[in-house]
């Protein structure tokens, strides 16, 4: 991982002023030992602080992730940090040759939600976009269960 960046406390902007801070790379290392790289863009909400984190690839649909955090800058870089861990470390979909959305890994899965240039959405889960219709698919043997969701950033 690249060096921690340390900023000091100061003035808050004006109101919806957002400060943007330098941005920096670290690099993870993903459950099949794989490097993944990542842009951090350090962020001062005003309210708080985000450490937003865009994967470094040339697929189409890359992982973002963020951490925010009230008190500090550093709190909010260490937040994101380990969402990126366990992230790339939790394999939430079992693929066959197929599907890649085979067989759910227990009963949660987390993405971040995307669209394209058309305005469809899709879902990105273990780095890969699930359609809506791959969305369907997976649901349509569960009719009856409850299912709960959740906005997380």
Same mark, same amino acid.
């Given at each position: ?28 290392? !993903? ?8 842009l951090l863009t350090f962020l001062d909400?005003?309210s708080k602080y985000c450490v937003a984190?865009? /994967? ?22 260490? @937040? ?15 693929? !066959? ?9 227990? !009963? ?19 780095? @890969? /976009?699930?359609?809506?219709? !791959?969305?369907?698919?997976?649901? @349509?043997?569960?009719?009856?269960? &409850?299912?709960?969701? &959740?906005v997380l950033d």
């Open positions: 991982m690249s060096n921690l960046l340390i900023f000091t406390p100061h003035q808050h902007p004006a109101p919806m002023t957002l400060m943007t801070h330098p941005t920096s790379y670290e690099t993870f290392t !993903d459950h099949k030992g794989n490097q993944i790289k990542f909400l005003r984190a865009s /994967e470094m690839t040339e697929n189409e649909n890359p992982r973002i992730f963020h951490g925010y955090d009230t008190e500090s800058m550093e709190a909010a870089l260490t @937040k994101v940090r380990k969402v990126i861990t366990e992230e790339l470390n939790t394999l939430y979909f079992t693929a !066959d040759h197929k599907n890649p959305f085979a067989q759910l890994n227990g !009963d949660l899965f987390r993405g971040y939600v995307g669209d394209h240039e058309d305005g469809e959405p899709f879902i990105v889960v273990d780095g @890969k /976009e699930m359609t809506l219709e !791959d969305l369907g698919e997976f649901l @349509k043997p569960l009719m009856g269960f &409850r299912i709960e969701v &959740r």
